[in-house]
């Protein structure tokens, strides 16, 4: 059994530091939603599937609502996209991963966290700062990770169904055969749909876009303790389509005209993925896994007369081994991986396809001691037919001075090609003009982005009139070497990109205060304090859209377990954000232009659980329910095709109050 245990380890987190990870995951998903290890090397917080019950986390992208390390806004006015950012810094700047394979980057990076439902999570890693070399070498401000459940551990029949007052509705089914002792086999069927038009602000534009989606996943797992052999395959397919803009658009009298503006953005995509490993028989401490990945992402999109097409094929492909020295104090992990990626990509009438490859091998040492202190080395060579030849670093070591206390520090460095216009989209649905300015680069005619990121993190467990409490300190600061710049401050006519000419850099402080008031009532609380500067043309400035001071509060309560399984639950957000400085827009006329800083605002959410049974359970919850919206989202909405309509000056909610209702029902 203990070899099994292990080798499981190594399939589910087989880009991840060590062995510890699965072990942890497993405890606490027994005790709290939200759980920080005092053991673990990195700075990671495990998301478990409790935790995405307690808000109407209806894809990836909206799970993150009650964890304090994420924010979450929206990406413009228009497309209801939610974007995350970690230390005040957007996910392009993340490496986000599922099940320890590369997922959301290139022509996903804009939508590609909705792509994922909520019910096929079974748990989430965030890991603050320069992620593994292991994972590769994009990650510059972080990891996120995600756990899909397992064939092995689903249960028979699972049906969750949701309907909210966006008029957007959701049903999800989940089937799995356990096929024998070794083989178990597991069908997720996804679908959601938004059938009604809704102007809440009265500006002639829709709040949410109309639109539907079918996402499907078969996966297979095989697992044999015996001879130590664990493989899983996969299967995925999704199809979304959205529609936005005027109210009274036609698309079928009105697309291509100036008659009204509208949008669609419509996303075909196929994955296929494959892991397989193998424990050494008699060396439950040694193993080799493969993963191979194969997608195709298809986006066909147009922004009123603006065209967008994306068309990314990539393959991905990772060998590693695992193996100790001299004993299990000393680790060490080992091998090469390969990215191919081929972008068939058009802005209007302009051919910007490429092809990009990569080749690399990294190495990793850890030295893994629970009592006090632990220690992960690593490097990686890699070649990228754009990016050139270059040297990975990394470093994260943790250190227990005293009983229920740990520090943590990092470093690393990270290197990517940023992906201009998969990444800026909101930008297409606007007047603004595209213009790069440099053009000696290999990417659009930009260089590669750098940054090095280091940080650290102080966590105490303690009582506090005989209640568990913990608090944390971390502070992170992100230096670019050099930086794509997206510049929205030189005209609201325009968007420039071009590498950075003088300083770029985040500085991000986290201040964490958690306790259990009363057995099963916990109050968890954060503040945050983002100094985001950066060199543009015209001098220097904060990043635009983001508050420099967020305050989170999350109080959850829990009835005790009744007869049966009887159980009510209840969950409440809040989320303040200070002033943000917004893009310039003095040379508007008065009636579109916006303030140099928005307001300060808070944004409640709240639900209420009721569990019938271990098998049926019922829910009902708000977002927003305080119902505050930017007053002005769509600049020049009465004339869309003018040169002052802008959608992507976005720094609050526009829908304003949404209520939603569901049920889950498990055949077990």
């Given at each position: 059994m203990?070899?099994?245990?292990?080798?499981?380890s190594?399939v589910?987190?087989i880009?991840?530091?060590?062995q510890e990870?699965l072990?942890?995951?497993k405890?606490?998903?027994?005790?709290?939603?939200?759980?920080?290890s005092?053991?673990?090397?990195?700075?990671?917080?495990?998301?478990t599937?409790?935790?995405?019950?307690?808000?109407?986390c209806?894809?990836?992208?909206e799970s993150?609502?009650?964890?304090?390390?994420i924010?979450?806004?929206f990406?413009d006015?228009?497309?209801?996209?939610?974007?995350?950012?970690?230390l005040?810094?957007t996910?392009?700047?993340?490496?986000?991963?599922?099940?320890n394979?590369p997922?959301?980057?290139?022509?996903?990076?804009?939508?590609?966290?909705s792509?994922?439902?909520?019910?096929?999570?079974?748990s989430?890693?965030?890991?603050?700062?320069a992620?593994?070399?292991?994972n590769?070498?994009?990650?510059?401000?972080?990891q996120?990770?995600t756990e899909l459940?397992?064939?092995?551990?689903?249960?028979p029949?699972?049906?969750?169904?949701?309907?909210?007052?966006d008029s957007?509705?959701e049903?999800n089914?989940?089937?799995?055969?356990?096929i024998s002792?070794?083989?178990a086999?597991s069908?997720?069927?996804h679908g959601?749909?938004r059938?009604?038009?809704n102007?809440?602000?009265?500006?002639?534009?829709?709040?949410?876009p109309?639109?539907k989606?079918?996402n499907?996943?078969?996966?297979?797992?095989?697992?044999n303790?015996?001879?130590?052999w664990?493989?899983?395959?996969n299967?995925?397919y999704?199809?979304?389509?959205?529609?936005?803009?005027?109210i009274?658009f036609?698309k079928k009298?009105?697309?291509?005209?100036t008659?009204?503006?509208?949008?669609?953005?419509?996303?075909?995509?196929?994955?296929?993925?494959?892991?397989i490993?193998?424990?050494?028989?008699d060396m439950?401490?040694q193993?080799?896994?493969?993963?191979n990945a194969f997608s195709?992402?298809n986006?066909?999109?147009?922004?009123?007369?603006?065209n967008?097409?994306?068309?990314?094929q990539?393959?991905?492909?990772?060998?590693?081994f695992?193996?100790?020295?001299?004993?299990?104090?000393?680790?060490?992990?080992?091998g090469v991986?390969?990215t191919y990626?081929?972008?068939?990509?058009?802005?209007?009438t302009?051919?910007?396809?490429?092809t990009?490859?990569s080749?690399?091998?990294?190495?990793e040492y850890?030295y893994?001691?629970n009592?006090?202190?632990?220690l992960?080395?690593?490097?990686?060579l890699?070649?990228h037919?754009?990016l050139?030849?270059?040297i990975?670093?990394?470093?994260?070591?943790?250190?227990?001075?005293?009983?229920k206390?740990v520090?943590?520090?990092?470093?690393?460095?990270?290197k990517?090609a940023?992906?201009?216009?998969a990444?800026?989209?909101?930008f297409?649905?606007?007047?603004?003009?595209?213009?790069?300015l440099?053009?000696?680069?290999?990417?659009?005619?930009l260089?590669?982005?750098i940054?090095?990121?280091?940080?650290?993190?102080?966590t105490?467990?303690f009582?506090l009139f005989?209640?568990?409490?913990?608090?944390?300190?971390?502070?992170?600061?992100?230096?670019?070497q050099?930086?794509?710049?997206?510049?929205?401050?030189?005209s609201p006519?325009q968007?420039?990109?071009?590498?950075l000419?003088g300083k770029?850099f985040?500085?991000s402080?986290?201040?964490?205060?958690n306790?259990?008031l009363?057995?099963?009532?916990?109050?968890?609380?954060?503040y945050?304090?983002?100094d985001?500067?950066?060199?543009?043309?015209s001098?220097n400035?904060?990043?635009?859209l983001q508050?420099?001071h967020?305050?989170f509060a999350?109080?959850?309560?829990?009835?005790h377990?009744?007869e049966?399984?009887k159980?009510?639950?209840?969950?409440?957000t809040?989320?303040w954000?200070?002033?943000?400085?917004?893009?310039?827009?003095?040379?508007?006329?008065?009636?579109?232009?916006?303030?140099?800083?928005?307001?300060?605002?808070?944004v409640?959410?709240?639900?209420?659980?009721?569990?019938?049974?271990?098998?049926?359970e019922?829910y009902?919850?708000?977002e927003n329910?305080g119902?505050?919206?930017?007053?002005?989202a769509?600049?020049?909405?009465?004339n869309p095709f003018?040169?002052t309509?802008?959608?992507s000056i976005?720094?609050?909610?526009?829908?304003?109050q949404m209520?939603?209702?569901?049920?889950?029902?498990k055949?077990?």
């Amino acid at each position: 059994m203990k070899k099994t245990i292990v080798f499981l380890s190594l399939v589910f987190s087989i880009t991840t530091f060590s062995q510890e990870k699965l072990d942890e995951v497993k405890i606490v998903t027994k005790k709290k939603g939200l759980q920080k290890s005092l053991t673990k090397v990195t700075n990671t917080t495990v998301v478990t599937s409790k935790e995405l019950l307690k808000a109407a986390c209806c894809n990836l992208a909206e799970s993150f609502e009650t964890n304090p390390s994420i924010d979450v806004n929206f990406a413009d006015a228009l497309t209801g996209t939610k974007q995350i950012k970690m230390l005040g810094l957007t996910s392009p700047y993340l490496m986000i991963t599922e099940e320890n394979i590369p997922s959301v980057r290139g022509a996903s990076q804009a939508y590609g966290l909705s792509f994922t439902p909520g019910t096929w999570v079974e748990s989430i890693q965030i890991t603050k700062g320069a992620g593994s070399v292991v994972n590769g070498y994009e990650s510059i401000s972080g990891q996120i990770n995600t756990e899909l459940i397992k064939p092995m551990k689903d249960i028979p029949f699972f049906l969750n169904a949701y309907g909210s007052t966006d008029s957007r509705f959701e049903l999800n089914t989940h089937f799995n055969k356990k096929i024998s002792d070794k083989w178990a086999t597991s069908l997720y069927v996804h679908g959601n749909t938004r059938v009604s038009k809704n102007d809440m602000n009265d500006d002639g534009f829709l709040d949410n876009p109309l639109a539907k989606q079918i996402n499907l996943v078969n996966r297979w797992q095989y697992a044999n303790p015996e001879t130590g052999w664990v493989s899983f395959i996969n299967f995925k397919y999704m199809n979304d389509e959205k529609q936005t803009g005027e109210i009274d658009f036609d698309k079928k009298r009105d697309k291509g005209t100036t008659n009204f503006w509208s949008s669609e953005i419509n996303t075909e995509r196929f994955d296929f993925a494959s892991k397989i490993g193998y424990v050494f028989k008699d060396m439950p401490y040694q193993s080799i896994g493969f993963q191979n990945a194969f997608s195709n992402h298809n986006q066909q999109s147009y922004f009123g007369l603006n065209n967008y097409n994306i068309k990314q094929q990539s393959y991905y492909s990772n060998i590693i081994f695992n193996s100790i020295i001299d004993n299990t104090i000393n680790k060490f992990s080992t091998g090469v991986n390969f990215t191919y990626d081929n972008y068939s990509e058009f802005v209007n009438t302009f051919d910007v396809s490429r092809t990009d490859n990569s080749a690399g091998a990294f190495f990793e040492y850890t030295y893994d001691n629970n009592d006090k202190f632990s220690l992960i080395l690593g490097g990686r060579l890699d070649y990228h037919n754009r990016l050139g030849v270059f040297i990975t670093p990394r470093l994260h070591a943790r250190y227990n001075p005293w009983e229920k206390g740990v520090v943590r520090f990092s470093i690393g460095r990270g290197k990517r090609a940023a992906n201009i216009f998969a990444e800026n989209q909101q930008f297409f649905a606007s007047s603004r003009v595209f213009s790069i300015l440099d053009t000696g680069g290999k990417i659009y005619g930009l260089n590669p982005e750098i940054a090095w990121n280091y940080g650290m993190s102080l966590t105490q467990n303690f009582k506090l009139f005989g209640k568990s409490a913990d608090a944390t300190v971390d502070f992170y600061r992100t230096d670019f070497q050099n930086q794509a710049i997206v510049d929205v401050l030189q005209s609201p006519q325009q968007v420039l990109f071009y590498d950075l000419k003088g300083k770029s850099f985040a500085n991000s402080l986290q201040l964490d205060f958690n306790i259990e008031l009363i057995k099963h009532f916990n109050l968890r609380t954060a503040y945050k304090y983002y100094d985001i500067e950066t060199d543009y043309l015209s001098g220097n400035f904060q990043r635009p859209l983001q508050a420099k001071h967020r305050l989170f509060a999350n109080l959850e309560f829990e009835t005790h377990i009744i007869e049966k399984g009887k159980q009510w639950k209840f969950d409440y957000t809040i989320n303040w954000l200070g002033k943000q400085q917004l893009p310039i827009t003095s040379s508007n006329p008065e009636i579109d232009r916006l303030p140099t800083f928005s307001p300060s605002f808070a944004v409640m959410n709240a639900q209420i659980t009721r569990t019938f049974s271990s098998t049926f359970e019922m829910y009902v919850g708000g977002e927003n329910i305080g119902n505050y919206r930017q007053k002005k989202a769509v600049l020049g909405s009465n004339n869309p095709f003018g040169s002052t309509f802008d959608t992507s000056i976005v720094f609050a909610p526009v829908f304003g109050q949404m209520y939603y209702a569901g049920l889950r029902f498990k055949i077990k």
